[in-house]
Each structure stands twice: as structure tokens, then as C-alpha cells.
């Protein structure tokens, strides 16, 4: 029985001053390095070894991976950074401090826009290529995305590059955000769009999940 064990990175500096941040590359706070350890210890714990870890190519996700991988003593395995792992674009307003947009909005519209499924939050005018995407093509970063949007980019990845390694009898690591992790759990454990606005992903908290040989979810543990 194959296991898959996610995380959220550690707390990043926008976690920490409470701005939105989406595809903006920010880097973990002491704290989050901090987080990063403790969960490594945890996921040590368990005594699993990995077939391949995942995360996004910003490096909040990736230097919490490294941490994890060293306090595992696994850093010899495979390690796959996608795209598709990015936390969810968060178009115009990432950038913004939360509260402020709060203040200008109200408490109603910033929550839709931050914990439903489908509502797509204020779009940029454009989009300023990042080099780490120029092999991608120019429309990889989205101007703007629902939690919806991200979950169908999020799929194939776990379609073509997570499933298959499962059920192969490989042991799997995901180290992302809690958008496209909050997607990967609505896939995993059913979730109605309705009910999403409730799924919650701390910073720095494992979640293992055991499957059967056709990755039906037999067991969801929070380490």
C-alpha cells in the first residue's frame, strides 16, 4: 500500500506581514525554517522512504523540500519542480496586504475571493514573463486564478507524474501551497465545491494518506 505524504512550506515573509502572494517568489521567515525542521522530524518519524519528492518552482516550497529531505536523509531521491504545483495566482491583488484590501472591500468579498471555488479574483493587466518560465511558452502565469482554475492545472500532474509512481508501490512527497494542496484534498477526499471554503492547510503540517492498489484512500492522518 502506497503512501503520499504533503506539505505546506514553512511560513514565508508574505505569510508572516499577511499579504497575498501567489506567484510572487518569496522566501521563508526564521520560523518557517523552523516549521520546515520540526515537520521533516515528523515525516522522519514515520520511517517512509520516498520514490520521488514534488513542489513548485518558487522557493518558499523548494527550500522547505531541502530541509525536509536533509532531516529525512533522503536527499539522494528524485526531485520534480512543476509549474503546476505554484500556489494559486492571485492576480492584482497579490502584493497587497490583506487587511488593507479587508478595509476597502469588506470582510464578504475578500472571503470569496480567498475561500471559494470558483470566484476568480481582480486580474492583472498583463503579465511580465519570469525567466524560470520562458521553457514553458509565454501563457504559463495566468493573469489571474479561482481555486478552480488551479485545480485543473494541478490534475494533470498528479494524472501523469504522482499516480503512476503510487501505483507503482513508490512512496510520494509533495511539498507545495495551501491552494493547490487545498485542490489536491478536494480530489482526494471528495470535497463538494460548496464545503472547499472549509479545507484548511497550516504551514509545516504533514498529512500522510494510504492507498490501495487502485489509489482509493484508505486512511488520512495528520502527522
Do not use: C
Not at 514573463?129 to 492545472?153: C, K, N, T, V, W
Not at 500522510?208 to 502527522?223: A, G, P, R, S
Request: proline share 4%; no cysteine; charged share 25%.
Amino acid at each position: 500500500m502506497a503512501k503520499l505524504v504533503i506539505l505546506r512550506h514553512g511560513e514565508s515573509v508574505a505569510n508572516r506581514d499577511n499579504i497575498f502572494t501567489g506567484w510572487n517568489d518569496v522566501p521563508l521567515t526564521a520560523k518557517g525554517r523552523q516549521q520546515a525542521r520540526a515537520a521533516g522530524q515528523l515525516v522522519a518519524q514515520t520511517g517512509l522512504h520516498f520514490g520521488a519528492l514534488h513542489t513548485s518552482m518558487l522557493q518558499r516550497a523548494i527550500v522547505t523540500s531541502n530541509i525536509v529531505l536533509e532531516a529525512i536523509d533522503q536527499l539522494y531521491i528524485p526531485e520534480y519542480k512543476s509549474w503546476r504545483l505554484n500556489e494559486r495566482h492571485y492576480g492584482a491583488l497579490r502584493g497587497k496586504n490583506k487587511d488593507r484590501v479587508r478595509e476597502e472591500v469588506g470582510d464578504k468579498q475578500i472571503k470569496i475571493w480567498r475561500r471559494s471555488f470558483e470566484t476568480v479574483p481582480p486580474q492583472l493587466d498583463h503579465i511580465v514573463q519570469d525567466a524560470r518560465y520562458d521553457r514553458f511558452g509565454p501563457d504559463i502565469e495566468p493573469l489571474g486564478e479561482s481555486l478552480e482554475m488551479a485545480y485543473h492545472r494541478l490534475m494533470p500532474y498528479w494524472v501523469d507524474q504522482v499516480a503512476p509512481r503510487l501505483l507503482d508501490g513508490q512512496n510520494q512527497l509533495i511539498v507545495a501551497h495551501g491552494s493547490t494542496l487545498r485542490a489536491l484534498i478536494k480530489y482526494l477526499d471528495g470535497v463538494a465545491d460548496a464545503d472547499i471554503s472549509k479545507v484548511e492547510v497550516a504551514n509545516g503540517e504533514p498529512i500522510q494518506y494510504t492507498f490501495d492498489e487502485h489509489l482509493n484512500v484508505l486512511k488520512k492522518l495528520i502527522l
